[in-house]
T-cell receptor, first 110, second 117 residues
């Protein structure tokens, strides 16, 4: 399969709560990226973490990477209704192509 | 960041017609462009990789005669859906990459929604 797995597939939380999304992939990677997509829109790049990094922060986002388990997580703290979107992880598969995970649909209730 | 545009943003066509979608890198030269399709509530599936001046490389299961890709310049790639059928209705997204340091950065277009009647 071209895609990795993400869980949960869908997540519904209250505003102010934290949201955690997980991603697993299949091959060795050079880097892993997280993207956000609002319904029917293009992708917004959130954060890139390299294979030799274990954790990275950007504002309310925290990404971890465990290459031994071939997994990554995205944590959004103090979520807002505007965070409602689909979130995808993407890897380079050790090469040049970008391979997307199945995505998590996050719904933040106001 | 760099800007990638797509045109049109949405198109409706009749079954059997061909539709061309353009992907342009506006402020950088794109050595490689990628084409993805996305079904509702699904992830992006890579269709093909195109390098300027050479033939596109298609992913397994993607019909190259159905989805014609031309990358004529370093700022423009086109995807033509030939003899479109309703099952070709989808969201098509392109991305373009140049190089930045040691990591190739990929910049995504806003997508084109194709509806085939």
């Amino acid at each position: 399969s071209q895609q990795g797995e993400e869980d949960p597939q869908a997540l519904s939380i209250q505003e102010g709560e934290n949201a955690t999304m997980n991603c697993s992939y299949k091959t060795s990677i050079n880097n892993l990226q997280w993207y956000r997509q609002n319904s029917g829109r293009g992708l917004v790049h959130l954060i890139l973490i390299r294979s030799n990094e274990r954790e990275k922060h950007s504002g309310r986002l925290r990404v971890t990477l465990d290459t031994s388990k071939k997994s990554s997580s995205l944590l959004i703290t103090a979520s807002r209704a505007a965070d409602t979107a689909s979130y995808f992880c993407a890897t380079d598969g050790g090469g040049f192509k970008t391979i997307f995970g199945a995505g998590t649909r996050l719904f933040v209730k106001a | 960041g760099a800007v990638v545009s797509q045109h049109p943003s949405r198109v409706i066509c009749k079954s059997g017609t061909s539709v061309k979608i353009e992907c342009r890198s506006l402020d950088f030269q794109a050595t490689t462009m990628f084409w993805y399709r996305q079904f509702p509530k699904k992830s992006l599936m890579l269709m093909a990789t195109s390098n300027e001046g050479s033939k596109a490389t298609y992913e397994q299961g993607v019909e190259k005669d159905k989805f014609l890709i031309n990358h004529a310049s370093l700022t423009l790639s086109t995807l033509t859906v030939t003899s479109a059928h309703p099952e070709d209705s989808s969201f098509y997204i392109c991305s373009a990459t140049g190089t930045s340091g040691r990591i190739n950065e990929q910049f995504f277009g806003p997508g084109t929604r194709l509806t085939v009647l």
